[in-house]
């Protein structure tokens, strides 16, 4: 059985945040990785970041999420929002602001969501209501390295 150091990306999660408090503002971003096989270059989007800037008012979670569902926008071709359940079995719905990137950027970064996979997730909820928004997300299922 494949383990993660969940430390490292938490540790990483929770400097880069500081940096969205107390730097520039920073622009959502698709990380992409690019792998090498025998004869082969295959690009991977592994993330997205900054996708909402984190507010201090708000409740900040961290954790390992499982994409049950994901709503496009009328067009087709924006992911609007996906949906999960935590670990106390309560559904959430969080907008992704994949809208916010390029629109070379945003066929890659539907990429990501796929349903009944598991992600690592960093989401605000803000206001009496908990309105959720997506900081960080991250595909777990992706190994370190540059060959395959």
């Known amino acids: ?26 622009k959502p971003t698709v990380i992409t990785v690019h792998k090498f096989g025998q004869n082969t270059s295959n690009s991977y989007v592994v993330g997205l970041v900054n996708m909402d800037n984190i507010m201090g008012e708000c409740s900040q979670m961290v954790g390992t999420i499982k994409i049950e569902n994901y709503q496009f926008s009328e067009s087709g071709k924006t992911l609007q929002q996906f949906s ?3 670990n ?3 559904l959430f719905s969080v907008p992704t602001n994949i809208a916010e990137l390029s629109k070379f950027d945003v066929e890659k970064a539907n990429s990501i969501f796929k349903i009944g996979e598991k992600y690592l997730a960093h989401i605000q909820f803000c206001g009496s209501g908990g309105y959720g928004s997506l900081i960080n997300i991250y595909d777990i299922n992706s190994t370190f390295g540059v060959f395959e």
Do not use: A, C, T
């Open 84 to 86: 999960f359940r935590d």
């Open 1 to 26: 059985m494949k383990r993660i150091n969940y430390s490292v990306i938490i540790f990483s999660l929770i400097f880069f945040s500081v940096g969205y408090v107390y730097g520039d503002e920073l």
């Open 88 to 90: 106390k079995n309560n």
